[in-house]
């Protein structure tokens, strides 16, 4: 089946680029029925979503990050990855990368996150 | 944003009990809701989408209700595995957003 796996540096500087790749294996980053997400939570708080890839490049960011994110997809390695820059120590969390499938109903079409990553702890400090 | 509230935020029951977790929307997400389990340094679990679907492989004490902005999480007899943390999230609009989380406890 589907896996994920994301892969980093495990400590970034303040100011500095946070960057992680996701790997999937088992399936494909090409495939055209499912987005491609990024997802925080902080120590000891909630879940945040930063974003999703489409295999194509297309992107949907959470306004909150989205003058400091960008996400790419590389269809030959089947992966995608995250780029957060000018982090400071609020962006320290456990990073998880995450596939949407989808279930249409005639016009609608619903999404979730069925597959995660096992996620990655990245500690903003100096 | 969609705000999400759930309630309680953490509760405490025993094996064998019904438990109930409510999601509440700040507007109206039609049954755009799903729900996650958490456990201790893991990532989330997908156990129902689209308000009352079961995910594959979900054991059937698991079940979802609601639509518009008040949804229910509900664990009809609560066992050893279910202490977690259950988050609800929706995806009727960007950016996608989660609940709180509600902590289920001994």
């Known amino acids: 089946q589907v896996q994920l796996q994301e892969s980093g540096p495990g400590l970034v500087r303040p100011s500095e680029t946070l960057s992680l790749t996701c790997t999937v294996s088992?399936?494909?980053?090409?495939?055209?029925?499912?987005?491609w997400n990024w997802i925080r939570q902080p120590p000891g708080k909630g879940l945040e979503w930063i974003g999703y890839?489409?295999?194509?490049?297309?992107?949907n960011y959470n306004p909150s990050l989205k003058s400091r994110v960008n996400m790419s997809v590389d269809t030959s390695k089947n992966q995608f990855s995250l780029r957060l820059n000018s982090v400071t120590a609020a962006d320290t969390a456990v990073y998880y990368c995450a596939r949407d499938r989808a279930t249409i109903i005639g016009d609608f079409h619903y999404y979730y996150m069925d597959v995660w990553g096992k996620g990655t702890t990245v500690t903003v400090s100096s | 944003d969609i705000q999400m509230t759930q309630s309680p935020s953490s509760l405490s029951a025993s094996v064998g009990d019904r438990v109930t977790i409510s999601c509440r929307t700040s507007?109206?997400?039609?049954?755009?809701l799903n729900w996650y389990q958490q456990k201790p340094g893991k990532a989330p679990k997908l156990l129902i989408y689209?308000?009352?679907s079961l995910e594959s492989g979900v054991p059937s004490r698991f079940s979802g209700s609601g639509s518009e902005t008040d949804f229910t999480l509900t664990i009809s007899s609560l066992q050893p595995e279910d202490f977690a943390t259950y988050y609800c999230q929706q995806t009727y609009t960007s950016p996608r957003t989660f609940g709180q989380g509600t902590k289920v406890e001994v």
């Open positions: 088992g399936g494909s980053v090409s495939s055209d029925s499912y987005y």
């Open positions: 689209i308000a009352s």
């Open positions: 890839i489409y295999y194509s490049g297309s992107t």
């Open positions: 507007q109206s997400i039609s049954n755009y």
